[in-house]
């Protein structure tokens, strides 16, 4: 009978690479950015303390002159 063994060593080629996903604690709005610290992991970082969004603005419709045909 024939017995065979198997080698079982894995290499490790590349550090394994933790990501968070933050929970930011943003502190009160103070001038043009906020900082932040992540609760999870400590991390840092600044946030802007206004918005890229055009501001919502209402269409006003004058009636026209031209009388509507009703049946």
Known sequence: M???TT???VEMT??????CAHHWQIETPN???SDACCKLCGA????????HRRP?????????SEPTARF
Request: charged share 20%.
């Open 2 to 4: 024939v017995e065979q």
């Open 7 to 9: 080698d079982l060593r």
């Open 14 to 19: 590349a550090p394994q690479i933790v990501t």
């Open 31 to 33: 001038g043009e950015t």
């Open 44 to 51: 840092t970082r600044s946030f802007a303390n206004y918005s």
């Open 56 to 64: 919502m603005t209402r269409t006003v419709r004058t009636p026209s």
